[in-house]
């Protein structure tokens, strides 16, 4: 049976036939979508008329007219001459095995060594993507090696900055009863920070093998968890005053993340999961990173890493003691 696509009354309109799901010689079903084509940029699906054998005949980013014949589904199978070499591309398969997907979703699972079969087994009726791989990966699975994704991997790499010698200093900020009323932390230490930066320039700004880079203006990284992910969203420019911090984390909240930009200071906030103190990691080429922990009774427990290569001890205790001096100017809630 001829698999043709009929996608307009003139027959000289053509289209593309951008990829195949399934190789000549695979045993197809019929209702089965077993290839895409494009047509001034719509995507139209192609689907097996009946159960049998493929044979192609357009193959992958051949144009076609309308009406004209892509395919041939048999009762044995008959693989063409450059169905071989595409057959070589994607690997052989037994029919019964083989798992229908984009050409970009094989070389994502063939990179990573992923068994697309039983991926397909843990989302029967879902048509498998780059996104699904991605999640199949972050399942735990017993007695299994879990391969670093593409977002993992680059998140280690920005981490492991061999050339970085990090240190972390603890220590309790004040925090005055005149801000319990807040009940909002981080908008206080961000508005507390962005103060103190501007006496202690030497944590502001951008760190490499040759030396180090002052930023001209606040660009306030915030880590934040989405999907498993972490994120560094920035502010930037940073806000004035203390309910402008206030607005602006909001935003955080609703989703809204700026990646573009690059931090020159970075806050990573533990303290809603009751952590009180913790060693934040630097990420190149970050300078420094001050990790906030759960308010306490006695005052507010923070961490701050920096390089050492360019801060040294005393730089890193007098710029927390300024900002908690600067806590202590922040206007109590009216």
Same mark, same amino acid.
């Given at each position: ?6 996608? +307009? @009354? ?5 289209? /593309?036939?951008?990829?195949?799901? $399934?190789? %000549? !010689?695979?045993? &197809? ?20 008329? +009946? @159960? ?5 005949? /357009?193959?992958?980013?051949?144009? $076609?007219? %309308? !009406?004209?014949? &892509? ?199 533990l303290g809603p999961w009751g952590i009180e103190y913790f060693t934040p990691v630097l990420s190149a080429p970050g300078v420094a990173i001050l990790g906030v922990g759960a308010l306490q009774a006695d005052g507010l427990p923070v961490s701050l890493t920096v390089d050492h ?26």
């Amino acid at each position: 049976m001829d698999i043709t696509i009929t996608f +307009s @009354d003139d027959a000289t309109t053509e289209a /593309v036939l951008t990829h195949w799901l $399934f190789n %000549s !010689g695979s045993f &197809v079903r019929s209702g089965q979508v077993i290839a895409e084509a494009m047509l001034d940029k719509v995507s139209l699906e192609v689907v097996a008329p +009946s @159960d049998g054998y493929l044979s192609i005949i /357009v193959t992958d980013d051949q144009a $076609f007219h %309308s !009406g004209d014949t &892509v395919a041939v589904i048999g009762d044995q199978p008959q693989p063409s001459p450059t169905s071989m070499e595409q057959s070589a591309d994607l690997g052989a398969h037994d029919p019964k095995e083989f798992v229908p997907v984009t050409p970009a979703v094989r070389r994502f699972a063939k990179d990573r060594n992923i068994d697309l079969s039983a991926v397909q087994s843990a989302y029967p009726n879902q048509k498998l993507s780059i996104r699904l791989l991605e999640e199949w990966i972050q399942k735990p699975s017993s007695g299994s090696k879990i391969p670093w994704d593409t977002f993992r991997r680059t998140l280690i790499d920005n981490l492991r900055n061999p050339g970085a010698i990090p240190f972390t200093v603890h220590r309790k900020l004040v925090w005055p009863h005149s801000l319990e009323e807040h009940g909002l932390v981080l908008p206080v230490v961000c508005h507390a920070v962005q103060k103190s930066l501007g006496t202690h320039p030497r944590l502001h700004g951008w760190i490499d093998d040759e030396g180090f880079v002052q930023a001209p203006e606040l660009a306030m990284g915030i880590a934040v968890s989405r999907e498993q992910k972490l994120f560094v969203h920035t502010i930037s420019p940073a806000p004035e005053s203390f309910s402008a911090w206030q607005t602006a984390l909001a935003q955080i909240k609703k989703g809204n993340l700026n990646l573009t930009h690059r931090p020159s200071f970075t806050v990573s906030n533990l303290g809603p999961w009751g952590i009180e103190y913790f060693t934040p990691v630097l990420s190149a080429p970050g300078v420094a990173i001050l990790g906030v922990g759960a308010l306490q009774a006695d005052g507010l427990p923070v961490s701050l890493t920096v390089d050492h290569r360019w801060v040294d001890g005393v730089d890193a205790a007098q710029f927390l003691m300024e900002v908690s001096s600067q806590i202590m100017t922040i206007p109590a809630k009216k």
